[in-house]
């Protein structure tokens, strides 16, 4: 079965940790192990989060004062290397006979998309109010609630097209385990004469994910991060787990932006454009989340085969 892994950022950085280097090469080993269980019986497509990496990555760029802070387009590729490093580090020692490719990636995006004019993506760390009412002054950043404390936001437009998606399909068909697209990728507009530029902007991760995973023709779609499940009613005292939903059912329900709400809906687009299946769980449980054992299974409808299609599969 081919599978497109979308790893959470809070699975390779936990909340609250420091995002030191010796934390996230720990995190990272933690993932690796999960991954490799799968990348035995499955062909894998990686892709993950980097939104605390380049929050990071941003606070230092500005702290050089005789050089202009690098854009939001190269940070993206910095978190994206960054990460894809770790991992592929971590999945080669996992796996030693597999082959491990980083491909740093860009992602199209629409130079009029309304996200411009209104950032939403949080990154970087979690600042108190105090702080986040004298960033608002100092640098004239746009900050949200993220739980008890504040984060950056910035601008997260739709991902459009993969412009190295011939690329990916190559790798893939030979058998090469691909970590692609991390963080959402990096954004680019094409004009009219057919050239790119980087633009200032954080894709969504899970809506790349959805959007590769339709492209490479997954058979699956796994979402994972450091949840065992979609909560219904989350935070209130009739909270549950939700085991299975078509897209219509999560599509009326109310989800956290920025954290579950893209999760849901990568997963209903991939599983209402290609009648597959989608689940979201917890990365320490990710092949019981794959067999349909655990976590939330989003399926079309008439897609309920799917499960127990998955569980008759043989191992690579």
């Not at 934390?23 to 490799?36: G, K, S």
């Not at 702290?63 to 592929?88: I, K, N, Q, R, T």
């Not at 690329?167 to 959402?184: F, H, M, N, P, W």
Request: with cysteine.
């Amino acid at each position: 079965m081919r599978i497109l892994l979308a790893l959470g950022g809070n699975a390779l950085l936990r909340r609250g940790e420091r995002a030191s280097a010796p934390n996230q090469r720990r995190n990272v080993e933690a993932a690796a192990r999960a991954i490799a269980e799968l990348a035995d019986h499955h062909e894998l497509i990686l892709t993950h989060g980097n939104g605390p990496q380049v929050g990071l990555l941003a606070l230092q760029s500005e702290s050089f004062p005789d050089v202009p802070p690098y854009p939001l387009d190269v940070l993206d590729a910095e978190g994206e290397g960054m990460v894809g490093h770790l991992l592929e580090l971590g999945l080669r020692n996992a796996l030693p006979d597999r082959d491990v490719v980083t491909v740093l990636t860009e992602v199209v995006v629409d130079v009029d998309d309304p996200a411009f004019g209104k950032p939403t993506k949080p990154i970087g760390p979690v600042y108190s109010e105090e702080e986040a009412q004298r960033l608002r002054l100092d640098r004239g950043w746009t900050l949200g609630r993220d739980g008890d404390g504040y984060r950056r936001l910035v601008a997260s437009p739709e991902p459009r097209a993969v412009p190295e998606i011939r690329s990916l399909r190559t790798l893939v068909k030979a058998g090469t385990l691909v970590i692609c697209a991390g963080g959402g990728g990096i954004p680019v507009t094409i004009d009219g004469l057919g050239t790119m530029r980087g633009v200032e902007a954080v894709v969504d991760k899970d809506l790349t994910a959805s959007l590769l995973a339709r492209r490479l023709d997954a058979d699956l779609m796994l979402l994972l991060t450091d949840v065992d499940a979609v909560q219904a009613g989350w935070g209130g005292p009739h909270q549950r787990p939700i085991a299975g939903a078509s897209p219509a059912e999560l599509q009326e329900m109310d989800f956290a932006a920025g954290s579950m709400a893209p999760k849901v809906e990568a997963a209903c687009r991939f599983a209402e454009a290609t009648g597959r299946r989608a689940a979201i769980g917890a990365l320490t449980d990710a092949a019981r989340v794959a067999l349909g054992e655990a976590g939330t299974q989003v399926l079309a409808p008439g897609g309920e085969p799917a499960i127990a299609a998955a569980r008759r599969l043989p191992r690579r």
